[in-house]
């Protein structure tokens, strides 16, 4: 099956820089590839995805890039603020299997005043 | 307004007494699954259900049971609970499964304590 692996797993900037997080996959056949997002005491809420025939996808601050070949993909955000403060998931499909997405551990954005 | 709701939000047991956590969802998605959050090891699916009476297990199915005789239900089933399920729980709903890209809403999640 899949395996996502992401990295790191706690990630802390200042207000205003850029924060970057990486995840692998396993699975050439996945071709969905989601970002979540956590905050204390909620459930996961989806930011941003990609699909296999897109490179790169931006909205606002967020933008998510995908290299197929090295089976990896990114989420960036720029001009971090307070209320980046949260647990970030990736998540990649299946390929083909009947099951849903797999997810990374996840990471803890800190944006640090 | 459109959402995944789940009960109780805060649990607490004790071995071997059988709960029912309830997951309903206003959107009439197809699909739904059960996922347990845990430190260090993120969200990993339990079951998962296709669409009414068919379910199947995900990653971590072992001392669950779910059902699904409704579309808008899916509620997770601990038959003798034990403290190694001490865990969030967090039900979802889709459109369709994961493959077809379609994004996931998540309940706001359920905090079991097994003692």
């Known amino acids: 099956g899949e395996n996502v692996e992401q990295h790191p797993s706690t990630l802390s900037v200042q207000e205003g820089d850029s924060a970057v997080i990486k995840c692998t996959y396993s699975d050439s056949a996945s071709n969905y590839f989601p970002w979540y997002k956590q905050e204390l005491g909620k459930g996961p809420q989806l930011i941003i995805d990609?699909?296999?025939?897109?490179g790169e996808k931006k909205d606002q601050r967020i933008a998510v890039t995908l290299n197929k070949t090295a089976k990896h993909f990114s989420l960036h955000i720029t001009e971090t603020q307070p209320e980046d403060s949260a647990v970030y998931f990736c998540?990649?499909?299946?390929?083909?299997?009947?099951?849903?997405?797999?997810f990374g551990k996840g990471t803890h954005l800190i944006i640090q005043p | 307004e459109a959402q995944v709701t789940q009960n109780p939000r805060y649990l607490i047991t004790v071995t071997g007494k059988k709960l029912t956590v309830t997951c309903s969802q206003n959107?009439?998605?197809?699909?739904m699954s059960w996922y347990r959050q845990d430190p260090g090891l993120g969200l990993r699916q339990i079951y998962y259900s296709m669409n009414v009476e068919v379910t199947d297990k995900g990653d971590v199915p072992e001392g669950y049971k779910v059902s699904r005789k409704e579309k808008r239900n899916f509620p997770l089933i601990l038959e003798s609970p034990s403290p190694n399920q001490t865990s969030l729980y967090f039900c979802?709903?889709?459109?369709?499964?994961?493959?077809?890209?379609?994004?996931?809403?998540f309940g706001p999640g359920t905090r079991l304590t097994v003692l």
């Open positions: 959107m009439n998605h197809e699909y």
């Open positions: 998540a990649a499909t299946g390929g083909g299997g009947a099951d849903g997405l797999t």
């Open positions: 990609i699909r296999s025939n897109v």
């Open positions: 979802a709903s889709s459109p369709s499964r994961g493959v077809l890209g379609d994004t996931q809403y």
